[in-house]
C-alpha cells in the first residue's frame, strides 16, 4: 500500500476502523479499515460482490456490524441510526437510486432540505407562519438551483417515477448537494448517465472539495470516471482491504488487474 | 378439573395452531399478510357444514370436497388477484386482502344468513373419562387431525421439493428468484395450501365453536396474538403460539372471568409487543 | 406579489365557505343529515389518509378513535355534565394519548405490528363499551345531549352544519397545510422508500407516530361530531365493519391526494342510500370494490383524473410563495 495523497493532512476526518460485517454465514466485510481526510475524493473500487455497497450501509449504519468502529471527526459513530447520521452531514446515494417516485423532482431534492428545515416546527408549518414559509421559499430556490447546476432543465415539476435512471441519478445528486453534506457518499454515480452528462458530473464532483469543503467517497464501476474524479483509491476485493493508493498507483498495481480480471 | 381445562384449551388451542401456521406459510413465501385467512376459516367451515348438513354428504366425503374448494379458491385468488399486484407497493397488496375480507364475510352473510351453525362431530361415540376429564369424539378428531397433519407439513417442509423451495424462499426471496423458484406454479400452491390450512381448520372448528359469518374476525384476532407470541412470521412459533393461546385462554376463562377469555388474545398482544417483541421464538423481519 | 397571491387566495376560500354556508338554505332534513355525514366522514377519512394515504402505514385505526371521541364527548356530557364544547375539546388530548399508546406499541419492527395492534385496540375498544356496565351503558347505548351555547340550542340538523362547517374546515385547512409541506414529503418518502427517508435525515419513526396521532386526532374530533349528528351513540358502529367505509373512501380517492378524497367521500357516504334496495349485497360490492380499484386503478380516482383530464393535474407537496 501507498501512502496516501491527501489535500489536508488532518487525520481522522473520517475512520472506518477494523468494521466486520456478516451475512447469516457469509462475511460480507471483513476488519475493513479506511481513513479519508478532510477535502479528499476518495474512490472505492473493486470487483462485483467485493462489498463495496455493504461498506456504505455499514458507515451509514443500515447495517450492523460484527465488530469494528466507525469514526467521524473524533466522534464515535457507530451507535447512530440511519437519520442521525444524515443529520450530522453525511448524506449518501443508492446504487437502485433512493427517488421517491410519488414525487417529482423538484420535490425530490427539496427533501434533501429536510435537514436544513430543523428549527421548523408543526405550529409553524400548520399556521403557515413566516418561519415555515422562508425556509420553504428558500429550499424551493436551494432545489432549483441544484437542478439546473446538474444539468437537468424543465423536468421539475415531472413526477419522479417518469424519469430515465440517468435523470434519476442526478436528481439524487442535485438532491444530495442541496443538503449542504461534509461528507458525501456516492453508490454508483456514473451509471446510467450518457457522456456528456458524466463529464459534467465529473465537474461537479472535481469542485466540491474545494468550493463547498465537502470530502467524497465514491464506487463505481466505470474506471475511467473513477480515476478521473478521484485522488485515492482503495480496493476491495471478498469482503477484504485489497490496496490502497494515488489513482495512478491503483491503476497499475498487478494484484488490483488480477482481482478484476484474474491471472492469465 | 385443571386437565379438562388443560385438554380443551390444547384442543381448541390446535385449531389456532393452524389457522396461524396457515397464515405464516404464506406470509414466510410471498411477504403476504392474508387480513381474510380467517374468512376462508369461515368458509371452509361453512362449506363442509353445508355438505354434511344440508346435502347429507358424509363425513369424509365432505372433508375432500371442502378440502378441494378451498385449495381452488386460494388457487383463484393468486391467479386473478395476487399474481397481478405481486410487485405493487405492500399497501395495496394489504388494501387487496381486506377486499376479501370483506367480500367473504358478505357472501357468506347473502348465502349463510347470521344464525350459528352447529356441524356435527365426526364419530357419534360417547364421550370418554380420562383423570377428570370428559373428551369427547370432536376433540379426539381434532388431535388426531392435527397430529396427521403436523406430520404431513413436517413432510413437505423437509423432504419435498415444494419444501424446499418454501425454505429457500423463506430465508431469501430474492435469491429463490434468481435461481429460478419464482415461478407461478409455486405461488399458486402456496396459497392453495394456506387456504387448504384454513379449511381444515374450519372443518375441526365448526363443532365445537359454532360456524357464522362473523366468526373470521375472533378467529384472525386469535391467529395474530400465536403469531405474535410465538415470533411473528416464524412457522414453529405460530404452532407453539396457537397452542399456548388455546391453553391460556381457557385457563383465564375459567379460573378468572369468563367474558375476560376474549380480551386475552388484546393483553397477550400488546404484553408481548411491549415486553418481548420478537415473540418466543424469534420474528422474522421482512 | 406575494401579499397579492395571499389575499387572492384567502378570498378564494371566503367564496368556497359562504357558498358552503347556504347548503342549508336548500335541504330538507334528511339531505342535511346526509351532508353532515359527509363532513364527518370527510373528517375521519383525512386522518385516515394522512396514515394510510401518505405515510403508508396500515391501520385499522380510525373507527376505533372515531369511537373514543364519540364516547368521550358523550360520557363527559351525560356523567360528568360538562358541556358538549368542553367535551370536544376534550377529546384532543384523549385520542392524542390513546393514539401515543397504540403507537408506541403497534410501530415497531414489522410493518404488520401496527395492523394487529390496531385490530386488537378496535376490538378491546368495543369489549370495553360493551362490558362497561353503567360506565359506557353498555351494547345498547346512549342517547347524546343537544349542545348549546348561550341558550342557543342546535337541535336541527341545520344548526348542527354550522359547527361541523367550521370544525372540519378548521381542522382540514390545518392538515392540508401541514401536508404540503417538509412533512408531507417525508411522508411519501416513508412510504415509497423508507431507506432514501432515512438517509436524508428523516426520523421515520418519529413521523409514522405524527401521521398515527394526526390519524387519531382527527378521527376523535369527527368521533365527537358524529355524535351529536346521530344523536345516539351504540357500540355497533365503531367495529371493524365500519373501517371498511373508511379505507374505500381513502382507496377511491386515490393514496396521497385530497381532491379525490373529498369526490370519494361524497359518492361513498351517498352510496349506501343508492344502494339501499340490495343491502345484502353491500358487503360484497365493497370488497369487491376494493379488490377491483387495487386492480384496475390503484390510484384511485386522482390517478384516473391525472389519466384523463385535458389538462395537467398534480397534487402538490410544497407551500409556493
Redesign the interface.
Known amino acids: 500500500m501507498e501512502t496516501l495523497k491527501r489535500a489536508d493532512r488532518s487525520n481522522k476526518f473520517f475512520h472506518v476502523d477494523e468494521v466486520t460485517v456478516k451475512f447469516g454465514g457469509i462475511t460480507a466485510l471483513k476488519r475493513v479499515s479506511i481513513e479519508v481526510g478532510k477535502n479528499e475524493i476518495r474512490g472505492l473500487i473493486g470487483p462485483n460482490g467485493a462489498g463495496k455497497t455493504t461498506l456504505f450501509n455499514a458507515i451509514t449504519r443500515f447495517i450492523p456490524l460484527v465488530s469494528g468502529n466507525i469514526f467521524y471527526q473524533g466522534q464515535d459513530i457507530t451507535p447512530l441510526k440511519p437519520h442521525e447520521i444524515a443529520r450530522m452531514g453525511i448524506i449518501r446515494t443508492f446504487q437502485k437510486r433512493g427517488i421517491v417516485d410519488s414525487l417529482t423532482a423538484l420535490e425530490n431534492v427539496m427533501t434533501g432540505f429536510h435537514r436544513l428545515m430543523e428549527d421548523v416546527h408543526l405550529w409553524d408549518i400548520g399556521l403557515r407562519l413566516k418561519k415555515f414559509r422562508e425556509a420553504e421559499e428558500e429550499g424551493y430556490h436551494r432545489a432549483l438551483e441544484a437542478l439546473e447546476a446538474v444539468g437537468l432543465h424543465g423536468v421539475a415539476d415531472q413526477g419522479a417515477d417518469v424519469l430515465s435512471f440517468g435523470q434519476q441519478t442526478l436528481v439524487e445528486i442535485a438532491r444530495a448537494l442541496v443538503s449542504k453534506p461534509k461528507l458525501l457518499l456516492l453508490d454508483e454515480p456514473a451509471a446510467g448517465l450518457s457522456a456528456t452528462e458524466r463529464e459534467h458530473v465529473m465537474e461537479i464532483l472535481k469542485a466540491l472539495p474545494s468550493k463547498q469543503g465537502v470530502s467524497l467517497i465514491i464506487t463505481d464501476h466505470i474506471i475511467d470516471f473513477v480515476m478521473e474524479v478521484c485522488e485515492n483509491l482503495t480496493v476491495l476485493n471478498f469482503g477484504e482491504k485489497l490496496e490502497e493508493g494515488s489513482a495512478s498507483y491503483i491503476r497499475n498495481h498487478p494484484d488490483v488487474l488480477d482481482a478484476y480480471f484474474g491471472r492469465g | 378439573m385443571l386437565f379438562q381445562i388443560l385438554i380443551s384449551g390444547f384442543v381448541f388451542g390446535s385449531c389456532y395452531s393452524i389457522v396461524s401456521v396457515g397464515m405464516t406459510t404464506l406470509y414466510q413465501a410471498t411477504t403476504v ?1 392474508n ?1 381474510s385467512h380467517g374468512e376462508c376459516v369461515m368458509l371452509g367451515a361453512f362449506i363442509f357444514y353445508t355438505l354434511q348438513i344440508l346435502y347429507g354428504v358424509s363425513y369424509p366425503l365432505a372433508i375432500v370436497l371442502t378440502l378441494m374448494a378451498a385449495l381452488l379458491i386460494g388457487t383463484l385468488m393468486e391467479r386473478s ?1 395476487f399474481r ?2 405481486m410487485f ?5 397488496i ?3 386482502t ?10 357468506a ?2 348465502i349463510w344468513k347470521s344464525e350459528p351453525r352447529f356441524p356435527a362431530s365426526l364419530i357419534d361415540v360417547q364421550p370418554i373419562s380420562l383423570w377428570g376429564a370428559v373428551i369427547t369424539s370432536q376433540d379426539i378428531a381434532v388431535l388426531i387431525s392435527v397430529f396427521i397433519l403436523a406430520a404431513f407439513f413436517i413432510w413437505i417442509f423437509l423432504f419435498t421439493e415444494t419444501g424446499l423451495k418454501m425454505r429457500a424462499a423463506a ?1 431469501s426471496l430474492r435469491g429463490a428468484a434468481l435461481v429460478g423458484i419464482n415461478t407461478n406454479k409455486f405461488f399458486s400452491s402456496i396459497w392453495a395450501t394456506s387456504l387448504g390450512a384454513g379449511a381444515v381448520a374450519g372443518i375441526l372448528l365448526g363443532p365445537i365453536y359454532s360456524v357464522h359469518p362473523e366468526m373470521g ?1 375472533s378467529i ?2 386469535r391467529a ?2 400465536a403469531m ?1 407470541l410465538g415470533g ?2 416464524n412457522i414453529g412459533g405460530a404452532a407453539i403460539g396457537g397452542i399456548l393461546m388455546g391453553i391460556v385462554e381457557n385457563v383465564v376463562g375459567y379460573y378468572f372471568w369468563s ?1 375476560l377469555k ?2 386475552v ?2 393483553i397477550v ?2 404484553g408481548v ?2 415486553f418481548k ?2 415473540g418466543i421464538l424469534g ?1 422474522k ?2 | 406579489m406575494k401579499r397579492e397571491n395571499m389575499a387572492k387566495k384567502s378570498v378564494k376560500w371566503l367564496i368556497l365557505l359562504a357558498i358552503l354556508g347556504c347548503i342549508p338554505l336548500i335541504t330538507n332534513s334528511y339531505h342535511q343529515y346526509l351532508v353532515n355525514l359527509i363532513f364527518v366522514n370527510f373528517l375521519v377519512s383525512l386522518g385516515l389518509a394522512v396514515l394510510l394515504g401518505y405515510c403508508g402505514q396500515f391501520a385499522f385505526a380510525s373507527a376505533a378513535f372515531l369511537g373514543i371521541g364519540a364516547y368521550t364527548v358523550g360520557l363527559s356530557m351525560v356523567h360528568l355534565k360538562l358541556s358538549y364544547w368542553l367535551g370536544l375539546f376534550l377529546v384532543v388530548p384523549v385520542s392524542l394519548l390513546f393514539a401515543l399508546m397504540a403507537g408506541i406499541i403497534g410501530l415497531r419492527l414489522s410493518r404488520y405490528y401496527l395492523a394487529i395492534t390496531t385490530i386488537a385496540f378496535t376490538l378491546a375498544m368495543r369489549f370495553f363499551y360493551v362490558n362497561g356496565g353503567g360506565l359506557t351503558f353498555g351494547p345498547s347505548g346512549f342517547n347524546i345531549p343537544v349542545p348549546k351555547i348561550w341558550g342557543f340550542s342546535f337541535n336541527s340538523d341545520h344548526r348542527l352544519y354550522y359547527i361541523l362547517l367550521v370544525v372540519v374546515t378548521i381542522l382540514s385547512a390545518l392538515t392540508i397545510n401541514i401536508l404540503r409541506s417538509k412533512v408531507g414529503r417525508a411522508f411519501i418518502a416513508i412510504r415509497d422508500k423508507e431507506e432514501a427517508a432515512a438517509a436524508a435525515s428523516i426520523n421515520v419513526k418519529n413521523y409514522k407516530m405524527l401521521a398515527f396521532i394526526m390519524c387519531g386526532v382527527l378521527g376523535g374530533v369527527a368521533g365527537g361530531l358524529y355524535s351529536v349528528v346521530v344523536g345516539r351513540i351504540t357500540p355497533d358502529e365503531f367495529g371493524m365493519m365500519q373501517i371498511i367505509f373508511h379505507f374505500m373512501i381513502v382507496v377511491l380517492g386515490g393514496l396521497g391526494s385530497i381532491t379525490g378524497l373529498m369526490i370519494s367521500t361524497i359518492v361513498i357516504t351517498l352510496l349506501p342510500e343508492l344502494v339501499r334496495a340490495v343491502k345484502e349485497f353491500q358487503e360484497i360490492v365493497y370488497g369487491g370494490v376494493i379488490i377491483i380499484i387495487i386492480l384496475f386503478a390503484p390510484s384511485g380516482l386522482y390517478g384516473l383524473i391525472q389519466k384523463y383530464s385535458p389538462f395537467k393535474f398534480r397534487e402538490k407537496l410544497q407551500w409556493k410563495p
Open positions: 399478510l387480513f388477484v397481478r399486484i405493487a407497493p405492500h399497501v395495496n394489504v388494501l387487496a381486506n377486499g376479501f375480507l370483506y367480500f367473504y364475510r358478505g357472501l352473510r347473502l430465508q374476525e384472525i384476532l395474530f396474538a405474535t411473528f412470521g367474558p376474549e380480551i388474545a388484546y398482544i400488546v409487543l411491549i417483541p420478537t420474528a423481519k421482512f
